[in-house]
């Protein structure tokens, strides 16, 4: 299992971590087979959304004996009321349905505190003015969470979130079909068939910016909704046109920025097992950069995938992260002076083994891109802005 840092955090996560959807299944029995499961594939990583007590005691349950082996994200503002699932801003309810959750889980705190669901700028506002926002920090001041996270769809949403330096993790929906619509306030416009009806062409630029600005700031990214719920590896249910496999789907969301690991989520063991064969999976089979190339309702044209197609580099240039850093500088310098670039991404960009100053414009990395990337033109953009 590859670990990856969560943010600025300190954590390091599975970069496969668990979703907990499926853990109903097989009235609730299916959810220490996956912890079993995950525990032995070294998955140490969790979400728990859901405020279904039955399903935060049968994880209480799952969890003992092992609780120092897992970092728990869970949600607040799922509640649980009239025998279901209902989101929350009244603080009460938020607060009983948080200290109810640390019982069924038998823990005494939550590494992660998620503030559940918020796809509207105005929700946003509420969570501010509702106290929710408060209630998080005052649980971390009593080490009830360890950190401050927050579960969206809206990259517009999102985006003021991290910039208020309010949060630590976001939870977000990341896969190659959503990252070309735009900001909605209606998360069903992600899966609606219309829009996609006509032919895409690049990454939303919001949710670039999104990416970007939580790599930046150190803000973790967990992935939901890798697989687009499943269809993405329909080809007769994909937005696409055509189908992924998992390994595809992972290793994109994998490859943006900011990203620390992906929930999975699984409705038996065998589908964890698929998830987690990634760990093990050729870059021939993690390769999802041909198979975008050749969607017909979709085109990446001129845009960097990270996918390495590129390379080799006859200067052994790591091409894919060369680039990565320069569109964080140009996201945070914005028209603004070299000074700007953040003192993070200039100092990683001084570890690279290689740099975009050894490029000798040969061109062969273009001629192996299958998005027409201008390579050559960023490797001198980079070396202009970096210096070297």
């Known amino acids: 299992m590859n670990y990856r840092e969560l943010g600025n955090t300190g954590l390091k996560v599975s970069e496969i971590a668990l979703g907990c959807e499926g853990m109903v299944e097989e009235n609730y029995s299916m959810c220490k087979k996956l ?26 349950n799952a969890l003992h004996g092992r609780r120092e082996k897992f970092i728990i994200q869970s949600h607040l503002s799922s509640v649980w009321k009239n025998g279901q699932y209902e989101r929350s801003r009244i603080l009460s309810e938020v607060k009983d349905a948080f200290e109810e959750s640390l019982k069924l889980l ?38 009830k969470i360890k950190h401050i996270g927050l579960s969206s769809h809206n990259p517009e949403v999102a985006l003021k979130a991290v910039e208020s330096n309010s949060i630590e993790v976001l939870m977000f929906s990341v896969n190659p079909c959503y990252d070309l619509q735009p900001a909605s306030e209606n998360v069903e416009d992600l899966w609606a068939d219309e829009n996609y009806e006509n032919h895409l062409t690049n990454m939303n630029p919001e949710r670039q910016k999104l990416y970007e600005t939580c790599q930046r700031n150190g803000v973790g990214i967990t992935v939901m909704k890798c697989f687009g719920g499943g269809d993405l590896l329909n080809a007769e249910l994909s937005p696409a046109g ?70 080799p580099c006859p200067k052994k240039i790591d091409i894919a992260s060369v680039t990565k850093f320069l569109n964080l500088a140009f996201s945070q310098k914005a028209g603004k002076s070299d000074k700007n670039i953040p003192e993070t991404v200039r100092e990683h960009y001084k570890l690279l083994t290689h740099h975009a100053g050894e490029c000798i414009q040969c061109g062969a990395c273009e001629k192996r891109c299958p998005f027409d990337v201008k390579i050559r033109e960023n490797m001198k953009q980079a070396e202009k802005i970096f210096g070297m």
């Open 35 to 60: 912890f079993d499961l995950a525990e032995k594939s070294g998955i140490n990583y969790f979400d728990l959304y859901s405020p279904d007590p039955d399903l935060r005691a049968a994880i209480g």
């Open 106 to 143: 038998q823990v005494n705190c939550i590494d992660v505190g998620m503030i559940h669901y918020c796809d509207a700028l105005d929700d946003w506002e509420t969570i501010l003015k509702n106290g929710i926002l408060d209630y998080a920090r005052e649980l971390k001041s009593q080490g």
């Open 242 to 311: 055509a189908a992924l496999t998992v390994n595809q789907c992972i290793s994109y969301a994998l490859s943006r920025p900011g990203v620390s690991c992906i929930l999975a989520g699984a409705h038996s063991v065998e589908q964890l097992q698929e998830s987690l064969n990634f760990e093990t999976a050729s870059n021939s089979e993690k390769d999802y950069a041909l198979a975008l190339s050749s969607f017909t309702k979709i085109s990446w044209k001129g845009h960097c995938m990270y996918c390495s197609h590129c390379e």
